[in-house]
């Protein structure tokens, strides 16, 4: 039972992030594109496993960031330069990721695409 009670806060912080966060929403988004074109293209296994390690990697990380802004948040309203710290170190993590995924991709989908008009 308590197995799938983990499993319903789980889904309901899925749910809140999924409603309340735009750049969850922009992963999600820019997740089923890939999936489309790597469907369309045809990558193979290990590059769909890079594709899911990269695209679970950001998501995960967008989580967590929503996670500690909203920590800091009940720590003050006010500003404070420590919670401003925290918040952009979140936010770089983020930006790291996606940019890690974005070459990640790069690599994978761009001698596909270029293979097509060759």
Not at 23 to 44: D, E, M, S, W
Not at 68 to 97: G, M, R
């Amino acid at each position: 039972m308590r197995i799938l009670r983990s499993f319903i806060y789980a889904w309901s912080g899925l749910r809140y992030s999924f409603k309340t966060q735009l750049n969850f929403r922009i992963h999600l988004a820019i997740l089923l594109l890939v999936i489309v074109a790597g469907t369309l293209l045809k990558i193979n296994v290990t590059e769909w496993l890079f594709v899911v390690l990269c695209s679970m990697l950001v998501l995960m990380l967008e989580l967590v960031n929503t996670a500690l802004e909203y920590l800091c948040d009940i720590v003050t309203t006010d500003f404070h330069p420590i919670v401003k710290i925290v918040k952009d170190i979140a936010a770089a993590a983020v930006l790291i990721s996606a940019a890690g995924s974005v070459i990640t991709g790069l690599i994978i989908f761009l001698p596909k695409i270029i293979a097509l008009f060759i």
